[in-house]
């Protein structure tokens, strides 16, 4: 059974730094794809970082330069490292991980950026 944990969401000030972390059970990140996605009140869950099996990444336009995903194999643990923070990135960040084309999901981290 695959179980992602999510940690690290907060409130933050405006222009200030977050980093999300994801530990999983049931799956291998370096074999699978794994992301994190947010979704704001009121808007529809979007795609923030992904990192695939092979370690290439995807950015959405509007994180790119500031977020940065990444892989700790030895820990089976997926990060978003997030710099430049605006009140437009509040959110619940979820960890997303694909294993035989079922997509998995985490509970969810709250960050709220304030300006």
């Known amino acids: 059974q695959v179980q992602l944990v999510e940690s690290g969401g907060g409130l933050v000030q405006a222009g200030g730094s977050l980093r999300l972390s994801c530990a999983a059970s049931?799956?291998?990140?370096?074999?699978?794809?794994a992301g994190w996605y947010r979704q704001a009140p009121g808007k529809q869950r979007e795609m923030v970082a992904r990192?695939?099996?092979?370690?290439?990444?995807y950015y959405a336009d509007s994180v790119k330069g500031r977020f940065t995903i990444s892989r700790d194999n030895a820990k089976n643990t997926v990060y978003l490292q997030m710099n430049s923070l605006k009140p437009e990135d509040t959110a619940v960040y979820y960890c997303?991980?694909?294993?035989?084309?079922?997509?998995?999901w985490g509970q969810g981290t709250q960050v709220t950026v304030s300006s």
């Open positions: 997303n991980a694909l294993k035989d084309w079922i997509n998995y």
């Open positions: 049931g799956i291998i990140f370096s074999i699978n794809a």
């Open positions: 990192v695939f099996g092979g370690g290439t990444t």
